[in-house]
C-alpha cells in the first residue's frame, strides 16, 4: 500500500489556519483514502524543540491527537499515530542526509530567511528543520504529504534528496514524494490553503504572532473568536470580492467562511456577489467560527487520555519496523553496516 504522512508542531494549541488549512484536509483525505493507503499521522516533537520549549509539551501532544479525532478522524488499522521522537530512525537518518546537502540549498530556504531575518544568532535547527521533514517523509516511502502552501519548497528539497540519492548510488533507495502539483490535486484542492493573519492579512495567520487579535487559537473562548473576526483588518474599496493580491483581508473572510461550513469557496464569493456591507460579511464570519468552535471545544472534552496513549504506542509498533528497516537500507548504502 501507498504512504500519505503528515504532521503539525505541537509548541503550543493549533490556530484557526492551522486546523483550517493543515488538520481538517488532512483528517477529510484520511478517511477518504484510510482503506487503501498507509496514513500516517505523526507528532513532530524532534521539529517543536527548534523552538523555546515551555512544560506543556506532553500535554499539547495529547491535546493534538484528541483534536485529530475532535476534528473527525475515523479510526481504522491503516491510520497511524505515532510520536516522532519515539521512532529514533528520525533523528539517525536525518544526520544521513545532512551529510548529503550543501549548506547553500538549506540556507535558501524561504522559511530560513524569513526566521533568521533581523536576528544576529539563530539555532542550527532552523537551518535543518527541511532534513529532518525529508527523513520524516523518506522513512516511509510516503508519496503524498499533504502540507500548507508554506511548506512546498521543503518537500521539493525531499523530492531532491532523495533523486540525487538514488542516483548516486544507482538504485531505487527511496520513493520520492509527487510533486507539488500533484499534491495539490490529489488534496483536491486548487491551491495549498492558506489562512491570514487577521490584523496583517498580508501575512498568514501565525501562533507566534504577537497581537493577540491577529489569530483564533482552537482553545479560544468562542465568543472572544467572534470579537476577533468583527476587527479583522479589511480595505477601503467597498466591494466584497474574492481577490488576495488586493484585497487580502475580505478574501480570507470569505476563505473562512466557506471552510469552517465546509461548502465551495466559490458558492461563498457568489453569495457576497454585489455586496459593500464589509460589517455585514465579518458579522456572519463571526457566527460561524463561533458556531463552529463551541461544538469542537465539546468533542475535544469527551475524549480521555487514555484512548489517545493507546492510539499512539500502536502506531509507534507499527512505525518502529518500518523506519529501521528502511534506515538499515540506507546504512548499508553508505557503508555504515
Not at 11 to 25: D, R, V
Not at 92 to 117: A, H
Not at 240 to 253: C, K, R
Not at 281 to 294: D, N, P
Amino acid at each position: 500500500m501507498k504512504t500519505i504522512l503528515t504532521g503539525l508542531r505541537v509548541n503550543s494549541e493549533f490556530t484557526l489556519g492551522n486546523y483550517l488549512g493543515a488538520l481538517l484536509p488532512m483528517v477529510r483525505l484520511a478517511n477518504k483514502y484510510k482503506n487503501d493507503y498507509n496514513v500516517n499521522i505523526f507528532v513532530p516533537d524532534l521539529h517543536s524543540i527548534i523552538s523555546e520549549v515551555d512544560g506543556e509539551l506532553q500535554q499539547n501532544i495529547i491535546r493534538s491527537i484528541k483534536i485529530y479525532f475532535a476534528a473527525g478522524l475515523v479510526a481504522n488499522e491503516n491510520v497511524h499515530i505515532y510520536r516522532q521522537s519515539y521512532v529514533p530512525a528520525h533523528s539517525e537518518l536525518c544526520w544521513i542526509l545532512n551529510c548529503t546537502v550543501p549548506m547553500g540549498e538549506l540556507s535558501r530556504m524561504t522559511q530560513f530567511k524569513e526566521k533568521s531575518d533581523g536576528k544576529s544568532s539563530v539555532n542550527a535547527g532552523i537551518l535543518n528543520y527541511p532534513i529532518l521533514m525529508a527523513a520524516d517523509i523518506l522513512l516511509y516511502d510516503a508519496e503524498y504529504v499533504p502540507v500548507g502552501e508554506d511548506q512546498f519548497q521543503h518537500l521539493e528539497l525531499a523530492r531532491n534528496i532523495a533523486t540525487r540519492i538514488n542516483h548516486k548510488f544507482e538504485k531505487e533507495i527511496f520513493v520520492p514524494p509527487v510533486e507539488t502539483r500533484k499534491q495539490v490535486e490529489f488534496m483536491g484542492i486548487e491551491n495549498g490553503i492558506r489562512i491570514r493573519d487577521l490584523v496583517n492579512p498580508e501575512k498568514k495567520m501565525s501562533k507566534s504572532a504577537r497581537s493577540e487579535n491577529s489569530k483564533i487559537m482552537m482553545s479560544d473562548d468562542p465568543a472572544v473568536a467572534a470579537k476577533k473576526i468583527m476587527s479583522a483588518t479589511t480595505d477601503s474599496v467597498g466591494k466584497i470580492q474574492y481577490d488576495m493580491f488586493n484585497q487580502p483581508g475580505v478574501s480570507n473572510l470569505l476563505q473562512i467562511e466557506a471552510l469552517v461550513n465546509d461548502v465551495p469557496l466559490q458558492d461563498v464569493i457568489s453569495t457576497w456577489a454585489g455586496e459593500t456591507r464589509y460589517g455585514d460579511l465579518k458579522q456572519k464570519v463571526a457566527s460561524s467560527v463561533r458556531t463552529m468552535l463551541e461544538a469542537f471545544q465539546e468533542r475535544v472534552a469527551e475524549i480521555p487520555d487514555e484512548i489517545v496513549i493507546e492510539y499512539l504506542e500502536a502506531g509507534e509498533e507499527y512505525a518502529n519496523s518500518i523506519a529501521n528497516a528502511k534506515l538499515l537500507e540506507v546504512q548499508h548504502v553508505f557503508n555504515l553496516r
